[in-house]
């Protein structure tokens, strides 16, 4: 019995060091979500839009560009899950959720760097997400657009 | 640091309060465009620091944001606007508009950041 503990060893610990990664990873996740839902809740409703022009009901008098980007690494676990995924197809539900996460982080602080200015909005919001690690998954989501004031 | 203000270049120009009006948008709210320029732009591929790519890889253990990549590639932005801010300069231009920006991965490893836009000469309306 003691024989096969040693032996499967080896197999086990790395194991249970990737569950606690995964576990710690998840945790992280929740807690970057949970943080990114009290800060939007704080800046309450902030008008942005993908329109080139002044929208109606909005008043100019100054433009200015603001940008707000962020890099976000998927972990190594959702990563091993993920290339099983590619094998079967359908949605990669871990990975979606990282890049909306990103794209959320992104956006807040466009609309962080905006209202320090005294922005009422902004305009012409464009979204640009690049693969910035080579082989490793890292993107990186950039955003940005004209505040109006 | 805010967008359009030039600290290398244009440091005598920053001390007179000079600063480069950039938007993405073909108008500039509030100001009347007098005469368009030409196309201007700027580039540059920065290549990951070793010790901050050990320290993004362990961190991508877990996963999560990397943050010496976001401002590594914030840096590297602001470079090549500057570059582009600079060309816009020597064109007699205060403003840019119309401002795209694009990022491509160029031979592992390294990341090219490219800013261009239409530089303009402008005059509150």
């Given at each position: 019995?003691?024989?096969?503990?040693?032996?499967?060893?080896?197999?086990?610990?790395?194991?249970?060091?990737?569950?606690?990664?995964?576990?710690?990873?998840?945790?992280?996740?929740?807690?970057?979500?949970?943080?990114?839902?009290?800060?939007?809740?704080?800046?309450?409703?902030?008008?942005?839009?993908?329109?080139?022009?002044?929208?109606?009901?909005?008043?100019?008098?100054?433009?200015?560009?603001?940008?707000?980007?962020?890099?976000?690494?998927?972990?190594?676990?959702?990563?091993?899950?993920?290339?099983?995924?590619?094998?079967?197809?359908?949605?990669?539900?871990?990975?979606?959720?990282?890049?909306?996460?990103?794209?959320?982080?992104?956006?807040?602080?466009?609309?962080?760097?905006?209202?320090?200015?005294?922005?009422?909005?902004?305009?012409?919001?464009?979204?640009?997400?690049?693969?910035?690690?080579?082989?490793?998954?890292?993107?990186?989501?950039?955003?940005?657009?004209?505040?109006?004031? | 640091?805010?967008?359009?203000?030039?600290?290398?270049?244009?440091?005598?120009?920053?001390?007179?309060?000079?600063?480069?009006l950039?938007v993405?948008?073909e108008t500039i709210?509030?100001h009347t465009i007098v005469e368009a320029k030409g196309?201007v732009?700027?580039?540059?591929?920065?290549?990951?620091?070793?010790?901050?790519?050990?320290?993004?890889?362990?961190?991508?253990?877990?996963?999560?944001?990397?943050?010496?990549?976001?401002?590594?590639?914030?840096?590297?932005?602001?470079?090549?606007?500057?570059?582009?801010?600079?060309?816009a300069?020597?064109m007699?231009a205060n403003a840019i508009v119309n401002?795209?920006?694009?990022?491509?991965?160029?031979?592992?490893?390294?990341?090219?950041?490219?800013?261009?836009g239409t530089a303009v000469v402008v005059?509150?309306?």
């Amino acid at each position: 019995m003691d024989t096969i503990l040693v032996l499967l060893f080896p197999l086990i610990l790395p194991l249970v060091g990737y569950g606690a990664l995964s576990l710690i990873g998840a945790k992280m996740e929740q807690n970057h979500e949970r943080n990114l839902d009290e800060r939007e809740a704080a800046i309450g409703h902030f008008p942005i839009f993908d329109l080139a022009n002044v929208p109606p009901g909005f008043t100019a008098s100054a433009g200015q560009l603001v940008t707000g980007n962020a890099v976000l690494g998927t972990g190594w676990l959702k990563q091993f899950f993920a290339s099983f995924r590619t094998l079967v197809g359908g949605e990669i539900v871990s990975y979606q959720r990282v890049l909306q996460r990103a794209r959320r982080e992104a956006q807040l602080r466009m609309i962080e760097d905006a209202r320090s200015q005294g922005a009422t909005a902004i305009i012409n919001v464009r979204f640009e997400t690049s693969d910035v690690g080579g082989v490793k998954p890292f993107s990186e989501v950039f955003c940005y657009g004209t505040m109006i004031r | 640091m805010p967008w359009g203000v030039l600290p290398i270049h244009g440091s005598q120009l920053a001390k007179y309060g000079f600063r480069m009006l950039l938007v993405n948008t073909e108008t500039i709210p509030g100001h009347t465009i007098v005469e368009a320029k030409g196309l201007v732009n700027g580039n540059t591929i920065r290549a990951k620091h070793l010790g901050r790519d050990i320290g993004a890889g362990l961190k991508n253990l877990v996963g999560g944001e990397l943050t010496g990549y976001t401002e590594l590639l914030n840096e590297s932005r602001h470079e090549a606007t500057q570059r582009m801010i600079a060309q816009a300069m020597s064109m007699q231009a205060n403003a840019i508009v119309n401002v795209r920006f694009t990022t491509s991965a160029v031979a592992g490893g390294a990341a090219e950041l490219y800013a261009y836009g239409t530089a303009v000469v402008v005059r509150p309306s």
